[in-house]
């Protein structure tokens, strides 16, 4: 008998790519996985939880669009018929889904005693077409090598830091701390003291619905409490921007004792401290009356190395299951495996419900075929969400399977258990439960053939569990969370806000007194948004009588600062704006012309005196005129150049008609200019860094990324208009879109269904007449076209455009010359003559 034996679809797809990435928390393996599954034509990710799947589900859903992604839980499916990729639980990973790419997340979940057989049944066989990824800690090397010996092993090292820095009482604990306790009763205690010492804490635990964690998460996210409390959920889960882990315990009940952690249990856990390449770190916590939570030496080696003991084995269970009978269901699950790297997994919560049913009269006398065994065993698949044990679970299940033997659950009991659910009223642990009760259901209706109407009861339960979720975030909140001490408003409202003295420290946070009410952003003051709204004006009028000193020193130092302290703002869909240290104090606008637009300065600014601003604004008008000298100096020259009353007319004419469209023209619009112009004139207009090429005049200069940026921003300041979505700085060749007009101002020119960047073009235009003037080869580079990515259509429209035209002979091109364009009746547009360009330049 063979139990790791590989199944059909396996050997299908034995030639195709296998890589373990392996690696601690914050190395990127998630984000490498959804990279690479978004370059396949299909793809599929199993993840621990239905929290990440989602998380994940909304990211590849912003990439790729809703009806082209699944996402595929327990408790929800959302599943369009077109959908190529699909995140999912690792429980709930379809098999015989054919996809190009599979991964499964925290792949070491193998060795857990209650879900571990799952995760190494899809490491074992869940196959993409084209690339399998397993993604897991150090730890699961070994078994990768023993298990998948052709799979190639990649580590990632971590981003940053993760150091630890001893115990701390809870009132030392750094802002944006997480304190992780192992049960319910010391997440609540934590809590309720954080929320009297530094006005309240988020709380996540693993009870909790996606809904209200994420609520929590938002809250501890944007700044509303700066400390989250959490059971070892938080190992697994959202990223957050989390400075430093605190051990309130460092034991936990795994279901059959107490036991310690395990130092990867522990790095897990910590290793949600530091983001990316921000550095984090760890500590136990000191809590009065209770036991402290010290860390031993080689634990804190070993998770500030990341060095972990290797498993050695995975949990395993058959997947290859006889339905012959239930008797012969339980053996098969039962089996042992034969390999010493696979240990036979503990007896899970369906197989214990299983064996419960089959002591049960009445459902063996209707499990009587192979098709109704199989029936038995996925309704035991049901997961015991309210943590009730096999005994009492299995009652709800033999119902339910008494019912599915006959055809569906009925409607009205179910919805009869639905409407029992759906009450908002109760404490957090009452509404806790009943968040655990409606996933029962949830699960239930997201089972195609088990109600008559599955998609219609599907909603109905995750209505209940979005207003339940709702309502403990709430809770949750009310209870955990003071926004604004007692004492400070009996103190405010005692003395008055005129008497309490105002201090601003480094970082910006404005203080009344001893208590932190809000933080002055630039010129921009917030008050604690936690206040009430009487509160927050008698302390936003406290603030503001005592900030007319920091704003104007302020103003002062803006106006002595250096260059490099100034960015310009150029975000897609957002007003062109100067940032002074990150903070926004002025817009542009309007101005006499592209290259002096109007500095319209922040109406928070306001607050400075009126030499103060115009001393602001002059200085906001000299790194405008560096920065556009910096990045567009030879269109300024060119600018300049069409005001020398010594250049010939033809000249300035075809300078302000260039500088006017931004450094980039067509030549057919320049030929009258152009063609006055003799061979030194042509010279002094090559000097200035124009480039006359067969299609376009263009300035090369004017086409680098950040060049291209400081013009789409000029522009659009001077359109009063939002900054547009620029293509990406490599782009050459881009789609033609409907409207051409951003793109051919940023030095693209229209082939067809194609717009390729005016220098490429021209690169191409010179290849063909080389090829003409040397009377052999093509005059179209297949080399170069190819490169850039061209396609046939775009090729020939460009080709038309050069001169060429299509021909059966060897070279493919003959040169007929250039369509002359008629100019429409009427004459020149006179608004676009190139002396009223010359007269917009003039200052």
């Known amino acids: 008998m063979l139990v790791l034996c590989l199944r059909a679809n396996d050997l299908a797809r034995m030639n195709a790519e296998l890589k373990a990435v392996l690696g601690p928390t914050n190395t990127g393996k998630t984000h490498l996985a959804v990279e690479r599954m978004c370059g396949h034509s299909s793809g599929m990710i199993g993840f621990p939880l239905r929290l990440l799947a989602r998380e994940v589900y909304d990211r590849v859903v912003k990439l790729k669009g809703a009806n082209q992604v699944a996402l595929i839980t327990g408790e929800e499916k959302i599943l369009p018929k077109d959908a190529r990729w699909l995140l999912c639980t690792a429980e709930s990973m379809p098999a015989d889904r054919d996809v190009a790419f599979v991964a499964i997340d925290e792949a070491q979940l193998g060795a857990d005693p209650e879900r571990g057989h799952v995760f190494t049944d899809r490491m074992l066989h869940a196959r993409g077409r084209e690339e399998t990824m397993i993604l897991g800690s150090e730890s699961l090397k070994p078994m990768v090598r023993a298990l998948l010996p052709k799979a190639e092993i990649t580590t990632r090292p971590r981003f940053s830091t993760l150091s630890y820095v001893g115990p701390a009482k809870l009132s030392r604990l750094p802002p944006r701390s997480a304190i992780v306790a192992f049960s319910a009763e010391q997440v609540y205690a934590v809590a309720e003291m954080l929320r009297r010492m530094r006005g309240g804490a988020a709380v996540v635990m693993g009870a909790l619905s996606p809904r209200t964690r994420n609520a929590q998460v938002a809250m501890y996210q944007a700044g509303e409490v700066d400390y989250l409390v959490a059971t070892d959920a938080i190992g697994m889960g959202l990223n957050m921007d989390v400075d430093h882990v605190a051990f309130a315990g460092l034991s936990k009940f795994d279901g059959n004792r107490r036991r310690r952690l395990t130092p990867a249990e522990m790095a897990?856990?910590?290793?949600?401290?530091?983001?990316?390449?921000?550095?984090?770190?760890?500590?136990?916590?000191?809590?009065?009356?209770?036991?402290?939570?010290?860390?031993?030496?080689?634990?804190?080696?070993?998770?500030?190395?990341?060095?972990?003991?290797?498993?050695?084995?995975?949990?395993?269970?058959?997947?290859?299951?006889?339905?012959?009978?239930?008797?012969?269901?339980?053996?098969?699950?039962?089996?042992?495996?034969?390999?010493?790297?696979?240990?036979?997994?503990?007896?899970?919560?369906?197989?214990?419900?299983?064996?419960?049913?089959?002591?049960?009269?009445?459902?063996?006398?209707?499990?009587?075929?192979?098709?109704?065994?199989?029936?038995?065993?996925?309704?035991?698949?049901?997961?015991?969400?309210?943590?009730?044990?096999?005994?009492?679970?299995?009652?709800?299940?033999?119902?339910?399977?008494?019912?599915?033997?006959?055809?569906?659950?009925?409607?009205?009991?179910?919805?009869?258990?639905?409407?029992?659910?759906?009450?908002?009223?109760?404490?957090?642990?009452?509404?806790?439960?009943?968040?655990?009760?409606?996933?029962?259901?949830?699960?239930?209706?997201?089972?195609?053939?088990?109600?008559?109407?599955?998609?219609?009861?599907?909603?109905?339960?995750?209505?209940?569990?979005?207003?339940?979720?709702?309502?403990?975030?709430?809770?949750?909140?009310?209870?955990?969370?003071?926004?604004?001490?007692?004492?400070?408003?009996?103190?405010?409202?005692?003395?008055?806000?005129?008497?309490?003295?105002?201090?601003?420290?480094?970082?910006?946070?404005?203080?009344?007194?001893?208590?932190?009410?809000?933080?002055?952003?630039?010129?921009?003051?917030?008050?604690?948004?936690?206040?009430?709204?009487?509160?927050?004006?008698?302390?936003?009028?406290?603030?503001?009588?005592?900030?007319?000193?920091?704003?104007?020193?302020?103003?002062?130092?803006?106006?002595?600062?250096?260059?490099?302290?100034?960015?310009?703002?150029?975000?897609?869909g957002q007003p062109i704006a100067i940032l002074w240290r990150g903070h926004e104090v002025a817009r542009l606008g309007p101005g006499k012309n592209l290259l002096s637009p109007r500095v319209l300065l922040d109406r928070r600014i306001d607050r400075v005196s009126d030499k103060g601003r115009e001393a602001v604004i002059e200085r906001l008008k000299s790194w405008v005129r560096a920065g556009a000298e910096k990045v567009l100096g030879p269109l300024r020259a060119a600018g300049h150049a069409a005001q020398d009353p010594a250049a010939a007319p033809a000249v300035r004419a075809l300078l302000a008609m260039l500088v006017d469209e931004g450094g980039i023209i067509p030549r057919e619009a320049v030929a009258a200019p152009l063609g006055a112009l003799d061979r030194e004139q042509r010279r002094a207009v090559t000097r200035l860094g124009i480039r006359i090429g067969a299609l376009d005049l263009f300035m090369p200069a004017v086409l680098k990324p950040e060049a291209r940026r400081w013009r789409a921003a000029l522009r659009a300041a001077a359109a009063d208009s939002a900054m547009p979505d620029m293509p990406p700085h490599s782009s050459v060749v881009l789609p033609t879109p409907e409207d051409r007009a951003l793109l051919t101002r940023l030095g693209f020119r229209a082939a067809g269904p194609q717009m390729i960047r005016v220098d490429m073009a021209e690169r191409i235009a010179a290849k063909a007449h080389e090829a003409r003037a040397g009377g052999q080869g093509e005059a179209v580079d297949p080399d170069l076209v190819t490169s850039l990515g061209l396609q046939p259509a775009a090729v020939a429209r460009l080709m038309r455009d050069i001169g060429f035209q299509p021909t059966e002979e060897a070279a493919g091109w003959i040169w007929r010359g250039r369509e002359r364009r008629k100019p429409p009746r009427g004459g020149p547009d006179k608004a676009s003559h190139a002396f009223a360009a010359l007269a917009a330049l003039k200052r």
């Open 268 to 572: 897990q856990i910590a290793g949600r401290a530091g983001r990316h390449q921000r550095d984090g770190t760890f500590g136990s916590l000191t809590l009065e009356g209770d036991a402290l939570a010290e860390f031993r030496p080689e634990e804190i080696e070993r998770i500030e190395e990341h060095r972990f003991e290797p498993l050695e084995f995975l949990y395993w269970r058959e997947s290859k299951l006889d339905f012959a009978s239930v008797g012969a269901l339980i053996k098969s699950l039962e089996r042992r495996p034969v390999r010493r790297e696979v240990r036979a997994a503990p007896e899970a919560i369906d197989l214990a419900v299983l064996k419960v049913l089959a002591g049960d009269s009445d459902v063996m006398t209707l499990a009587t075929t192979p098709h109704l065994v199989e029936r038995l065993w996925a309704v035991c698949g049901l997961p015991d969400f309210r943590k009730t044990g096999p005994e009492h679970h299995a009652r709800l299940v033999g119902r339910l399977f008494a019912y599915l033997a006959e055809g569906h659950v009925p409607q009205a009991w179910y919805a009869e258990q639905v409407a029992r659910l759906d009450n908002v009223q109760g404490d957090i642990d009452t509404l806790a439960d009943r968040i655990a009760g409606i996933r029962t259901w949830a699960y239930i209706a997201h089972r195609r053939d088990w109600l008559a109407d599955p998609e219609g009861m599907a909603a109905r339960t995750m209505a209940v569990e979005e207003k339940l979720s709702d309502a403990l975030h709430e809770r949750l909140t009310q209870r955990f969370v003071d926004r604004r001490t007692a004492v400070l408003m009996r103190d405010v409202g005692r003395k008055g806000a005129g008497e309490f003295p105002v201090a601003i420290d480094p970082e910006g946070e404005v203080s009344v007194g001893t208590y932190a009410i809000g933080r002055l952003q630039g010129f921009a003051f917030e008050v604690d948004p936690a206040a009430r709204h009487a509160d927050r004006k008698m302390l936003l009028a406290t603030a503001e009588r005592r900030l007319g000193h920091e704003y104007e020193r302020r103003a002062g130092a803006l106006v002595a600062d250096t260059d490099e302290h100034f960015t310009l703002r150029t975000d897609a």
